[in-house]
């Protein structure tokens, strides 16, 4: 156990390291946050800012000299520097699971070998790869292998032609192809693993995306049995599609908290940003009982932008509903699709619904968000 008054070091300066910040900080713990911006989400909450790139040695050696124990607050940090972390201090979770969850061939690899299922997809890895696929991939969904998220470094495809060009404006760099499938929702699951084994499963989520019981236990069993065959220590996310026809498959994992995780702030026990502090503390697991109802809305910087111009959105009028919890994320500039905030209603699941509804209203909120 590391106790409170130590440091604990992360990678990444975003908004899901300035949550585990406050909520390391809350149990008594120093934080070291190490990103190359000057000013970040988590560096300018963080007890100590290392400003410097992920893999340069001196803030690496700066971090392990200073922390007893470091994590990462996003997939794309190279694993070489975990790597390096991992031979001074704790590192969790480790960079051969980090390694595998950050590049897409890799991780379908891993999904299918642990017996699960994933979409039907194929390895496009050069021009002759794309022209060898299968014509039952399309309409499908072109991704790239590495550094994608949030919808970004993927097309969707209807046809050869369509994937030539994508894989082309891409860069040519190695991409999957996945069939698009008929979907009836997505959900997800966030799970914690400590260093001796012991797992906690979060309640599942349901995503809703704009642009685009039974089965929640199959989803816990299949979100465990991972980060079991992983070896995983740390917080993970699991994402998966539920078909039209019933099934399950794997979408992706998040080696890390996760947005869809953001109601156990307030909705939870124990948040997911605390128990990461927990296993890297190397105390118990905390309890993930849910003791209310909850909804939770991601704030873009399209709330800030009204008739092309940049203005405060009402939060008073958030704020007099008596089930919401705001929580922005210390971001100065309000961008199209930037993530700058979530706002969580948490109470009787009819109010909830209802308070939703006012909130779209008056945060002009498309439906799904």
């Avoid at 124990?69 to 390096?84: G, H, I, K, M, S």
């Avoid at 979770?93 to 997809?121: T, Y």
């Avoid at 060009?165 to 008929?182: D, R």
Wanted: proline content about 5%; overall charge negative.
């Amino acid at each position: 156990m590391i106790p409170p008054g130590h440091w604990l070091g992360l990678l990444g300066g975003g908004q899901l390291g300035r949550m585990f910040c406050m909520a390391a900080q809350s149990m008594g713990y120093k934080v070291a946050v190490l990103d190359p911006a000057p000013s970040c989400p988590a560096g300018d909450v963080a007890d100590r800012h290392i400003a410097a790139e992920y893999s340069d040695a001196t803030g690496l050696k700066t971090l392990a000299e200073l922390c007893h124990a470091v994590t990462t607050e996003f997939e794309n940090v190279p694993a070489d520097a975990l790597a390096y972390l991992a031979q001074h201090c704790i590192v969790n979770p480790a960079a051969d699971a980090v390694a595998i969850a950050q590049d897409r061939i890799s991780e379908k690899q891993f999904i299918q070998q642990a017996g699960l299922q994933v979409a039907p997809h194929a390895v496009i890895d050069s021009s002759a790869a794309l022209e060898q696929c299968s014509a039952n991939l399309f309409p499908g969904i072109l991704k790239v292998s590495r550094l994608g998220y949030d919808g970004k470094g993927q097309a969707r495809v209807d046809t050869i032609e369509q994937a030539r060009a994508a894989f082309t404006a891409m860069g040519g760099v190695p991409c999957v192809l996945e069939q698009q499938l008929a979907l009836d929702k997505e959900l997800s699951v966030v799970v914690a693993r400590s260093r001796e084994g012991t797992c906690a499963v979060y309640p599942v989520a349901q995503n809703t995306h704009c642009h685009g019981i039974l089965l929640a236990q199959q989803a816990r069993e299949a979100a465990l049995h991972l980060v079991q065959a992983l070896h995983y220590v740390g917080v993970l996310c699991v994402e998966f599609f539920v078909l039209q026809d019933g099934r399950l498959v794997v979408n992706e994992m998040a080696p890390r908290p996760h947005n869809s995780g953001h109601y156990t702030i307030d909705a939870c026990v124990t948040s997911q940003f605390e128990q990461q502090a927990r296993i890297l503390a190397g105390v118990p697991l905390g309890s993930v009982l849910q003791h209310a109802p909850a909804i939770m809305l991601n704030l873009l910087g399209d709330v800030w932008l009204t008739r092309g111009h940049l203005q405060e959105p009402d939060w008073v009028a958030v704020l007099a509903l008596p089930t919401a919890k705001l929580h922005l994320y210390g971001k100065s500039e309000a961008r199209i699709g930037r993530k700058m905030g979530h706002v969580t209603l948490i109470g009787e699941a009819a109010q909830i619904r209802h308070d939703v509804v006012k909130i779209r209203q008056r945060l002009n909120l498309p439906e799904g968000e």
